[in-house]
């Protein structure tokens, strides 16, 4: 038999004196940590939403509310343009609750990824929600993982498939790190663009001078918008800068420098 509570009875149990006072009689600082841990790398069911779509005439399930809410507020986002943002943006604010705050933030930041010609909109959309919601903490969460996924996919070998790869891996992050530089700039989240600097530098290969090129196009899109970081890093760019690599990362470095 599966047992089910609703939200507010698990917030009532989890808020309880009787269940802190256990929590705090068997769980050392260790332990919460690696509890942390586990519970911020459990992976959202990024095919929830389809839950409820049938395969088959035969078989009927019926859709529960959360189920078709993300569905709609999946399909609004999908919609949204710099034309429509205002319309969307009201249709999808009445659907949102706070249990689906992850899903809905996760959705957001992979379409970050792809779509960087609308992510002016997205941080608009997320503030909307902090209006609502405390999401800091879901919100920083989500960003750290997603970074911390694809700063640390290694990828070896250079086959095509596997150059593909990597260059598909760059585009994603330099649409994360406008993401994340425009967040910095509202003071939606914690300060992240330095750490994110100073690992994409340390990551410089001179034998892949298209790789560094979109490296400092990611570069490029944080300092672009936290302006002042760059006197701070502008004896690291005249190193890159002096040493063997083609006209066209030096030409962006020098965009950087003129930002």
């Given at each position: 038999?599966?047992?089910?509570?609703?939200?507010?009875?698990?917030?009532e149990?989890?808020?309880?004196?009787?269940?802190?006072?256990?929590?705090?009689?068997?769980y050392?600082?260790?332990?919460?940590?690696?509890l942390?841990?586990?519970?911020?790398?459990?992976?959202?069911n990024?095919?929830?939403?389809k839950?409820?779509?049938?395969?088959?005439k035969?078989?009927?399930?019926?859709?529960?509310?959360?189920?078709?809410?993300?569905?709609?507020?999946?399909?609004?986002l999908?919609?949204?343009?710099?034309?429509?943002?205002?319309?969307?943006c009201?249709?999808?604010?009445p659907?949102?609750?706070?249990?689906?705050?992850?899903?809905?933030?996760?959705?957001?930041?992979?379409?970050s990824?792809?779509?960087?010609?609308?992510?002016?909109?997205?941080?608009?959309?997320?503030?909307?929600?902090?209006?609502?919601?405390?999401?800091k903490?879901?919100?920083?969460k989500?960003?750290?993982?997603?970074?911390?996924?694809?700063i640390?996919?290694?990828?070896?070998?250079?086959?095509?498939?596997?150059?593909c790869?990597?260059?598909?891996?760059?585009?994603?992050?330099?649409?994360?790190?406008?993401?994340?530089?425009?967040?910095?700039?509202?003071?939606?989240?914690?300060?992240?663009s330095?750490?994110?600097?100073?690992?994409?530098?340390?990551?410089?290969n001179?034998?892949?001078?298209?790789?560094?090129?979109?490296?400092?196009t990611?570069?490029?899109n944080?300092?672009?918008?936290?302006?002042?970081?760059?006197?701070?890093?502008?004896?690291?760019?005249?190193?890159?800068?002096?040493?063997?690599?083609?006209?066209?990362?030096?030409?962006?470095?020098?965009?950087?420098?003129?930002?």
């Amino acid at each position: 038999m599966v047992l089910k509570y609703s939200e507010e009875t698990i917030d009532e149990i989890i808020s309880s004196k009787e269940f802190l006072n256990c929590f705090e009689e068997n769980y050392n600082n260790e332990k919460k940590k690696s509890l942390i841990v586990f519970l911020n790398n459990i992976e959202t069911n990024k095919k929830y939403y389809k839950l409820g779509i049938q395969k088959s005439k035969r078989f009927r399930r019926n859709e529960n509310s959360d189920t078709l809410m993300i569905k709609n507020i999946n399909s609004l986002l999908n919609k949204i343009t710099f034309d429509n943002y205002d319309k969307i943006c009201s249709e999808i604010q009445p659907l949102i609750k706070k249990h689906t705050l992850s899903y809905i933030l996760e959705n957001i930041i992979e379409k970050s990824l792809l779509h960087h010609i609308y992510i002016e909109l997205y941080v608009q959309f997320i503030n909307k929600i902090k209006e609502s919601f405390n999401i800091k903490d879901i919100l920083n969460k989500e960003l750290t993982k997603k970074y911390n996924s694809l700063i640390n996919e290694k990828i070896e070998g250079n086959t095509y498939d596997d150059l593909c790869k990597k260059n598909n891996n760059l585009d994603k992050l330099s649409g994360l790190t406008i993401l994340i530089s425009y967040l910095e700039k509202d003071n939606t989240i914690i300060c992240n663009s330095e750490k994110i600097i100073n690992e994409l530098m340390n990551e410089i290969n001179y034998d892949n001078l298209e790789y560094i090129y979109k490296m400092i196009t990611c570069l490029f899109n944080i300092f672009k918008i936290n302006k002042d970081l760059v006197k701070i890093y502008s004896d690291k760019l005249n190193e890159i800068k002096n040493n063997k690599i083609n006209s066209k990362i030096k030409f962006k470095i020098m965009d950087i420098f003129d930002i």
